[in-house]
């Protein structure tokens, strides 16, 4: 997986990572749970080496205050995950050009649900406890 960093509007700096083979037919973009991170413990690089066997690619991020994520972790609110969200989806947008599938396990999922933009972008939605 490759490391990289998406800006934000606000300026704030969100930390990523992005494992795409060159025959992705889709992005799952990965919202990690409360108090986690984009390795999700080691479990992102097993996973997306699984993922990318068949055909999808994944782009996990560190939201604002957690991992190696700009901003402070006690001003962490719903509101500003989404916000977190919406700024990665743009970029996948953007840079990455495939249809996403969002993935988001627990606080992560709850970001997910809150979600009010770029809704006619998203492919599907995986919930996990």
């Known amino acids: 997986m490759k490391s990289f ?3 934000k509007e606000d300026g704030g700096i969100l930390a990523a990572l992005k ?4 025959d992705a037919k889709y992005l799952v973009i990965v919202c990690h749970g409360f108090l986690g991170g984009k390795e999700n413990r080691g479990k992102i690089f097993p996973f997306t ?28 609110t719903l509101s ?18 495939l249809p996403i599938i969002l993935l988001g396990r ?5 970001t997910i649900i809150g979600l ?9 939605y995986i919930l996990w406890s």
């Open 5 to 7: 960093y998406i800006t």
């Open 19 to 22: 494992g795409i083979p060159e």
């Open 49 to 76: 080496h699984k993922l990318n066997a068949r055909g999808f690619g994944v782009l996990a991020f560190d939201f604002t205050g957690s991992g190696e994520s700009s901003g402070n972790f006690a001003t962490v």
């Open 80 to 97: 500003r995950q989404i916000s977190d969200l919406n700024a990665v989806i743009n970029y996948a947008i953007k840079e990455i050009k």
């Open 106 to 110: 627990s606080f992560g999922g709850s």
């Open 116 to 124: 009010n933009q770029n809704l006619e972008t998203i492919l599907g």
